[in-house]
């Protein structure tokens, strides 16, 4: 069971726009900003989105995140087959002394 | 460019321990963090802990405190995590991954299985 919630699966057609949720709490979203991972089959995670609505260089702007309260958003627009993958949202929990790291159970977008 | 090399597959029976590497370039060791994530397979990622490229501090998940071991070695830029006392459930590829701050894994290491099987 994941600290985080996230839809197990979400589809689209190509061109089209899919958002992704992720529901926390106080103790992470609420207080933590929020990154956003992208992985392809069979590779490693790839940081997507971080500090709530920022891309790393090289990310394009169909990629696009949110926070609100203890949600967050992954809106990702103009959809290619090449987006087919699951994405993880991920925080920091601080319930904890030293805090940890926590992720979402993970979204499979299709690509229809 | 940032780089981290991990180790290769490891193949354990149960009850053994494994240790892992991390081998990171492209960047000044000391001035990041590096943490280690597994994925089961067909599951989701799961954080393991944290070790500090700087001193060697550590932030262990609680679940796995007293089972895993997580060390830096700046003179060759890597950083070990050791798991002990494997189980089946073990069994999963783990990711080392440069922090970019407590909530951010910005660059991740190409993965390594490690199979826990009698």
């Known amino acids: 069971q994941s600290v985080l919630t996230q839809p197990p699966s979400v589809s689209a057609a190509p061109g089209q726009k899919v958002t992704i949720s992720c529901s926390g709490s106080s103790s992470n979203i609420g207080n933590n900003n929020v990154a956003w991972y992208q992985q392809l089959p069979g590779t490693a995670p790839k940081l997507l989105i971080y500090d709530n609505d920022k891309r790393p260089s090289g990310i394009p702007d169909r990629f696009s995140g949110s926070k609100s309260g203890t949600s967050a958003t992954l809106v990702i627009t103009g959809l290619q087959t090449g987006d087919e993958a699951d994405y993880y949202c991920?925080?920091?929990?601080?319930?904890?002394?030293?805090?940890?790291?926590?992720f979402g159970g993970g979204t499979q977008l299709t690509v229809l | 460019q940032v780089q981290l090399v991990q180790s290769g597959g490891e193949v354990k029976k149960p009850g053994a321990s494994v240790k892992v590497s991390c081998k990171a370039s492209?960047?000044?060791?000391?001035?990041?963090?590096i943490s280690w994530v597994r994925q089961a397979p067909g599951q989701g990622l799961e954080w393991v802990g944290w070790v500090s490229g700087y001193n060697g501090n550590t932030n262990y998940a609680q679940k796995f405190q007293g089972r895993v071991t997580m060390t830096a070695d700046t003179s060759t830029s890597t950083v070990y995590m050791e798991l002990r006392s494997l189980t089946s459930d073990d069994t999963a590829v783990y990711y080392c991954a440069r922090d970019k701050s407590a909530p951010v894994r910005e660059y991740w290491g190409q993965g390594t299985l490690v199979t826990v099987s009698s």
């Open positions: 991920g925080t920091w929990d601080s319930s904890l002394s030293d805090g940890f790291a926590v």
């Open positions: 492209g960047y000044t060791f000391t001035n990041y963090g």
